[in-house]
């Protein structure tokens, strides 16, 4: 998908973000009247409607360990998604929403109707692993904790949807605004966000609010949205043996002059300035070990808290590849010249969402609700792309602790889990407005 959806759906995004930025490392963070915010999410925590749905969480903890193990079990690579969004707007409709219903993306929506419906918050968990098909996924129980990939990042995010939703029917709650649940694909890894830029295409529903489920400590208050650029890079070349053809242009070792180059270069340029990362995370290519390749390639990973930042990484990045080819070809001494392709595989916009926006304020507030001290901080999710577009967004913990994320010893314990779901009850509560109800 080409980047510059952002550029036409947004105008000066760009522009607007810097400005942000400037603002906030000119100006000492500020928390607002955040005495009012707490004043407001302790009159909505104690209405009997959502002291009820406090209790129906808590209530329903071991079936949400139940459907957990179930979706965790369900395999969703990148692409592959399709399974268990199926499942999921199965789970939807037990739950009692009727219109559900799956995207041509593959993310799966279904909306709970506010008295007005002037407004929507959008409340997003996603439904794709970063583990490839094949991989063992059966939850296995030790202790306290259940092991297994993706079990936390993101089956658990999928389940405290559920459980809001079966919560606030039982206890009867109704909302202003409307509420957009999305279970989204294609937010790991090669899938680009694809779900939520789609979500958030021309036309699309309307958002005027959004709240991702994507996080492991319930401090933590995410608004501000890492963006990251991520290539294939692929030298060319006629191939060969390796003695009969000696003194062709060889692909292996133009690649590894780039990612010398590369990462030469930009470990200075990390080094001071605002946070920037750069990663090799793949390498491939080549027939035998007797054999001068005719492709060797690499899959590059770069980040930024920072647009700027993240544009200067990149130019290093594209000058050193320029540096290794040219070198490689002048090197040789018969046969065609390397080539050289960079595929973009992804593209994360970055951007702030100033701490005294409301929804921020919100979060924090119904955090501290649980007497937990919130803390700001920056993350790479589904919110990233509803950050760029201006629309006031975050994200939040899923509940329950968890550790070795994007790993096969994944693991995630329900401990106090019922606080994560709480928390996401009230900032969405208190972001759609809660209305009386004749009984």
């Not at 002037?118 to 129980?141: C, I, K, N, S, Y």
């Amino acid at each position: 998908m080409s980047s510059g959806w952002l550029l036409r759906r947004s105008g000066c995004v760009g522009s607007r973000i810097l400005l942000l930025f400037i603002a906030l490392v000119l100006a000492p963070a500020t928390r607002g009247d955040a005495r009012d915010y707490d004043q407001d999410m302790r009159t909505l925590a104690e209405r009997k409607d959502v002291q009820e749905a406090f209790r129906v969480i808590e209530s329903l903890e071991a079936v949400s360990e139940s459907e957990l193990i179930e979706l965790t079990e369900i395999p969703a690579p990148p692409y592959q998604e399709s399974k268990r969004a199926r499942r999921f707007a199965s789970m939807l409709r037990d739950a009692g929403m009727a219109d559900v219903a799956i995207d041509e993306q593959g993310n799966v929506l279904t909306r709970w109707h506010g008295t007005t419906g002037a407004r929507t918050v959008a409340l997003v968990a996603h439904l794709d692993t970063v583990f490839p098909a094949g991989t063992d996924v059966e939850v296995r129980r030790e202790g306290d904790k259940l092991f297994a990939p993706g079990v936390g990042d993101n089956s658990r995010g999928l389940v405290v949807m559920l459980s809001l939703i079966k919560a606030m029917r039982a206890s009867r709650i109704a909302t202003r605004d409307d509420i957009l649940f999305v279970a989204s694909v294609g937010e790991e890894g090669i899938g680009d966000l694809r779900g939520v830029k789609y979500l958030h295409r021309a036309g699309g529903p309307q958002i005027d609010e959004f709240i991702a489920i994507d996080g492991g400590s319930d401090e933590r208050v995410v608004n501000h949205a890492i963006g990251s650029i991520r290539y294939r890079l692929v030298f060319n070349g006629p191939g060969g043996h390796s003695w009969g053809a000696f003194g062709l242009a060889n692909p292996a070792h133009a690649l590894s002059r780039a990612i010398y180059y590369f990462d030469l270069e930009a470990s200075d340029f990390v080094e001071s300035g605002i946070r920037t990362s750069y990663n090799i995370g793949r390498v491939g290519g080549g027939t035998s070990v007797n054999s001068i390749p005719f492709e060797s390639w690499a899959e590059v990973d770069m980040r930024s808290e920072n647009p700027a930042r993240l544009e200067l990484i990149d130019a290093i990045f594209h000058r050193c590849v320029a540096r290794a080819l040219e070198e490689t070809n002048d090197q040789r001494d018969r046969g065609e010249p390397l080539s050289v392709d960079v595929e973009t595989l992804g593209r994360r916009p970055s951007g702030i969402v100033a701490p005294e926006t409301p929804l921020i304020q919100r979060a924090m507030a119904a955090t501290r609700y649980f007497g937990i001290e919130p803390e700001l901080g920056s993350g790479s999710t589904d919110a990233n792309v509803a950050i760029a577009l201006g629309i006031p967004a975050t994200t939040i913990s899923r509940g329950g602790s968890s550790g070795g994320a994007h790993s096969l010893d994944e693991w995630w314990s329900g401990v106090d889990g019922h606080i994560g779901i709480q928390k996401a009850l009230l900032i969405t509560l208190a972001s759609t407005g809660v209305v009386d109800q004749q009984r």
